[in-house]
């Protein structure tokens, strides 16, 4: 009811947290990156969850179970599984603020979690990250307090990611679509056989 998502920007102006999670998730292997944007004053928590994260009421964000891992510039702390008695919290990282990119790269080679800071690599947040045969990660944000954000994920990133690793977004804007055709009329003649 105070959160509102709007394409790639998430608002909530409510105490507890408003959690959402994207619509593409990753498996096996690669190097993966999305940024967001920091819009407003309120604590974010970035990071990546599986199909069974589930918020277990609005006083929980991602990272406070086994099933995600997130990253709170507010607060300059890593969660993961942050409602044991042994808590998963750790201090991690630079402070976040209003106007700031914060990156967030996962890489299922290695299983780690890592941060950038305006294109700064903060180091790595999590390692062991392993979610599981045939279970998928997927990029998730937990709001609270007036926090506004805008995530890209793969659309002219304002600090691109390091080698190795891809935006989610897939889709070709009409000059990336224009190229493709045009290699794919050229070379297609060349095949020994047509399809």
């Known amino acids: 009811e105070n959160g509102t998502i709007n394409d790639t920007e998430v608002s909530y102006t409510g105490y507890n947290f408003f959690t959402v999670r994207a619509s593409v998730k990753v498996y096996g292997y690669g190097c993966f990156y999305y940024e967001v944007k920091i819009n407003g004053p309120g604590a974010v928590r970035i990071g990546w969850c599986t199909d069974k994260y589930k918020p277990e009421s609005h006083y929980y964000g991602a990272g406070s179970d086994e099933e995600s891992w997130a990253f709170d510039g507010s607060r300059r702390y890593a969660y993961h599984n942050a409602n044991k008695e042994d808590s998963g919290t750790k201090i991690y990282g630079d402070y976040v603020h209003q106007g700031d990119v914060v990156g967030c790269l996962l890489d299922l080679e290695t299983n780690k979690i890592s941060y950038t800071k305006n294109g700064v690599d903060m180091g790595v ?38 080698p190795r690793y891809t935006g989610l977004d897939y889709t070709l804007n009409p000059n990336e679509a224009a190229a493709l055709e045009s290699l794919y009329t050229k070379y297609f003649s060349t095949l020994p056989y047509h399809v």
């Open 125 to 162: 947040a999590f390692s062991g990250v392993r979610p599981g045969p045939g279970v998928g990660l997927y990029p998730v944000l937990s709001l609270s307090r007036n926090a506004k954000v805008t995530a890209n994920f793969g659309r002219s990133f304002r600090y691109p990611p390091p």
